[in-house]
């Protein structure tokens, strides 16, 4: 069984669309997104510097968009349910690439409604001075106490003994001063506090938005990133993905939940790379393939021929 995964913020480089944009799909892919949002997305994509993509409001469309274009690339135009993948999830914003891929939402809705999310995020993160840092290593429960001494919060589980606290920046700098016991901390280069109370702000405003949205079911199997679980709803997927934005990410219960399912293949779409890195800790056996550059898509397809049931 072949699961797709999308990834998060901070999976992007400068330049990293220059060898996708060579070809059809993907060129074709990027410009109809382009069209909806009204958004640069080539030029993000490939002459952008590292200071302008991650800007919140400009990180987010980019990711999705790539995401959703390689993997056009991958199935040659077709669709998901039809390609021998099973399934789907994302991480954070990888969860519009997720709702596009599975067919909750269309292409142009979903590249406004990251559009919308991006922008929501990064007005509630200039609100206060906050910021984010990966712990690596220690016990969960030590970890969390010392971030409830410091008023920060868990963002994410990402598995393999790696949590990403995030708060205020104040507090993050506590936090590297003085780490929990066996741990190394990791300040994070974002704009704000995500998938804390300091974006309830965005939630209210994305659920307004997504009032608005034509939603279907989805077509393969789909995983949230609240409690890992899979979801049958197009509109409670998007309800949840909502209040996402300001609760922590659980991509370690995502993937549980997907090697409960019988997942034994993973392809991460552009621009991938940290996803696969957590499931080769967290999911032994499954095998990997992440779309770094045109160049991983022949694996993908072997893969995706290999292990479909």
Known sequence: MIAVVCPGQGSQTPGFMLPWLELDSFSTSIDAMAGS????????????????????????PLIVAAGVASLAELLAGGQLSDSGISGVAGHSVGEVTAAI??????????????????????????????????????????????LAELGL?????????????????????ELQAEPPTGTRVIPLQVAGAFHTRYMEPAVAKLDAYTRGLELADPQV??????????????????????????????????????????????IEVSPGGTLVGLAKRSMPGVELVALKTPDNLEAAQALIRNHSN
């Not at 393999?160 to 700098?173: D, E, P």
């Not at 997927?237 to 399912?261: C, E, F, G, H, N």
Request: charged share 15%.
């Open 221 to 266: 199997r789909i995983w949230s990133n609240n409690g890992g679980r899979e979801v049958t709803s197009g509109a409670e997927y998007i309800s949840l993905l909502v209040s996402q934005i300001k609760s922590p990410v659980r991509w370690d219960l995502t993937m549980a939940a997907m090697a409960a399912a019988g997942v034994t293949g993973i």
């Open 37 to 60: 949002s009204g958004l640069d997305l080539r030029a993000f994509g490939t002459i952008s510097d590292a200071d302008t993509i991650r800007d919140t409001a400009v990180a987010q």
């Open 101 to 146: 891929a599975s067919g909750i939402v269309t292409a142009a809705d979903g590249i406004n409604l990251v559009k919308e999310r991006g922008n929501a995020m990064a007005l509630a993160a200039a609100l206060e001075t906050t910021s984010m840092a990966a712990i690596l290593g220690g016990d969960q429960q030590v970890v969390e106490a010392r």
């Open 153 to 173: 919060e868990p963002a994410n589980y990402n598995g393999g003994g790696q949590i990403v606290a995030a708060g205020s920046a104040s507090a993050i700098a």
